[in-house]
Nanobody, 130 residues
Framework: QLQLVESGGGLVQPGGSLRLSCAASGFTLDDYAIGWFRQAPGKEREGVSCSSRAGWTYYGDFVKGRFTISRDNAKNTVFLQMNSLKPEDTAVYYC????????????????????????WGNGTLVTVSS
């Protein structure tokens, strides 16, 4: 079965850290550009961070310097390290992947609402609250 499964969400205090994981099964994540997205209650989905196979990486202005995207191809897993979390980071976080023949750049994946991703996970909830 071809799927992405996120994990690592939970409740954290402001200023704390979480590391989200996104495990791929049924396909090789190394062949794909990857992205993390989030959707807060009552708000539109927004791109948090995206990374292409050619090495392009994009971060939303609201997370720059706090979040880091990475991948472990041996584990077929993508990570999002989130530091200095704020209450406004509370959202459901989703990972997504799109086949990439090393020609894609990262920013359109994260910023275009009509960008077609091949696979989406079901999301993991992150709540930042004291």
């Amino acid at each position: 079965q071809l799927q992405l499964v996120e994990s690592g969400g939970g409740l954290v205090q402001p200023g704390g850290s979480l590391r989200l994981s996104c495990a791929a099964s049924g396909f090789t994540l190394d062949d794909y550009a990857i992205g993390w997205f989030r959707q807060a209650p009552g708000k539109e989905r927004e791109g948090v961070s995206c990374s292409s196979r050619a090495g392009w990486t994009y971060y939303g202005d609201f997370v720059k310097g706090r979040f880091t995207i990475s991948r472990d191809n041996a584990k077929n897993t993508v990570f999002l390290q989130m530091n200095s979390l704020k209450p406004e980071d509370t959202a459901v976080y989703y990972c997504a992947a799109v086949r990439d023949k090393r020609v894609l750049t990262a920013q359109p994946m994260c910023t275009r609402h009509d960008y077609a991703m091949d696979y989406w996970g079901n999301g993991t909830l992150v709540t930042v609250s004291s």
